[in-house]
């Protein structure tokens, strides 16, 4: 297994947003947590790239090492693991090209980067076209796109997406998620979260159904696009 997640426990204060939930990724494989809103979708990525703190009894394993022992930064650089959360997060005053060298600063392969870097302007000629404009004058599909592009060449192991369709008109949504699955035949593993489910369920390969911090259901995609629970509670019947 790539990543595997046993007991996985995070609270916010009083509220416990997850309550022991268990799941893993292989490698190159796509998977997705569905589920409502406050079901603890956005709570799980965070937890995976250290930004929130796990219980006591939570153990995380990615390719064979802990987890848990390392920080947030070292997560991305040394595990590979990178993180797109909701909202986008870009800087607004640098530069396309800027946001995607910054994003791969950690990186020691220079080479490597300048490869990567030109191969998400190959997969994204709208960025190709705008490489020095500043980000936060780009459309909101074409930030989603940089967004994925800094991902991309942060890390490369496994990608932790957060509702990369939010926002997105059609054709623009399709071409973000056309994107991914290159990015995923490269050799990229995708955990992604999202509100719409169909389309999730679609792209994935497995999923995860999140209710109230707890795994309700699990499966192939396939099966769960199927499901008589499922079409009724997030498919629209
Ligand atoms: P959505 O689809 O609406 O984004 P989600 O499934 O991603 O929801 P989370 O954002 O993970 O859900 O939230 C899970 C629960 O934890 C919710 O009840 C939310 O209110 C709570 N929560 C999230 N972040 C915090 C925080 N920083 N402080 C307190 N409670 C929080």
Not at 60 to 85: E, I, N, W, Y
Not at 112 to 139: N, P, Y
Request: proline share 2%; aromatic share 6%.
């Amino acid at each position: 297994m790539l990543l595997s997640v046993k007991n996985l426990e995070v609270s916010y204060g009083n509220i416990r947003a997850l309550h022991g939930i268990d799941f893993e990724i292989a490698e190159r494989e796509i998977i997705t947590i569905i589920g409502a809103n406050g079901a603890g979708k956005s709570t799980t990525l965070r937890a995976i790239s250290r930004m929130v703190e796990v219980g006591p009894n939570t153990s995380m394993t990615c390719q064979g090492v802990d987890l848990l022992k390392f920080s947030a930064d070292k997560v991305v650089s040394r595990l590979g693991v990178s993180h797109v959360p909701e909202g986008r997060r870009l800087f607004g005053n640098l530069t396309v090209r800027e946001n995607l060298e910054l994003a791969a600063f950690a990186r020691k392969d220079h080479e490597g980067v300048k490869k990567d870097i030109q191969q998400v302007f190959e997969i994204f000629t709208r960025l190709d076209e705008r490489k020095w404009q500043k980000a936060g004058t780009l459309s909101g599909g074409e930030q989603q796109m940089l967004a994925v592009g800094r991902a991309f060449v942060s890390g490369r192991k496994l990608m932790l997406l957060d509702e990369p369709s939010m926002g997105l008109a059609p054709l623009l949504m399709l071409r973000v998620f056309e994107a991914l699955k290159e990015i995923n035949q490269q050799g990229t593993a995708i955990l992604l979260v999202e509100q719409n489910a169909r389309l999730a369920l679609k792209f994935a390969q497995r999923g995860y159904v999140l209710e109230n911090g707890k795994i309700a259901l699990k499966g192939e995609a396939k099966a769960l696009l199927e499901d008589p629970e499922v079409k009724k509670a997030y498919l629209g019947g």
